[in-house]
């Protein structure tokens, strides 16, 4: 069960999913702060994207995606100067409801939030290892291709989707769609057309048409 607020690390093109683990290096005050009071209490952060077009208000309190992803701390490296090398590990999605103001000392953003839980019931279990499947099978030339071998088959089914959707190489917009999918069955399900639709672009024929 997620925290009622959230401290907020809003980053311009970073998604977590719930299971998967993210390593992040923090050096600017503001999160260094937001580390430091978090390993002093519960060690859960809230990781949001910021909306694209926005990124030179990064400084400030540029618009987030309502939808992100709870990480809890689970490392910490506090380096000599002050910064930290952390690795967060995706616990449940959640909804912004509202921001508090900013407060005198605090130097991040906080959120109250509500908590968005993922669950795959017994009757999308048979839907999901055949979505699954299919996408093993589209991404198995690419990972013969680059010496990977197989996806890793004892891997759980939630846990290899949220990975991959985090892992392979989409666009963030891409990344984010997926995280706002209502549990992984449709997750992954989104991520196949995803994978299929740039597979059938990359093997388009060239027209040789220049303009």
Known sequence: MLPPHLPLFPLPSTVLFPGVFLPLHIFEPRYRQLITKAIEGDRIIGMTMIVPGHEERYEGRPPVYPVGC??????????ADGRFNVILRGLDKFRID??????????????????????TTDDDRAALREARQRLEEILSPSLQDEG???LPRDMADDDLINALSQYLELE????????ERPGVLPRCRTLVELIEMKVLMQHQPDSGVRH
């Open 172 to 179: 963030p917009l891409e990344k984010q769609a997926l995280l």
């Open 148 to 150: 990977s071998g197989r």
């Open 70 to 79: 709870a990480g809890l701390i689970t490392h910490v490296e506090r380096l």
């Open 98 to 119: 509202e921001e508090e103001p900013p407060t005198d000392g605090v130097l991040y953003r906080i959120a109250h939030v509500t908590a968005l839980e993922e669950t």
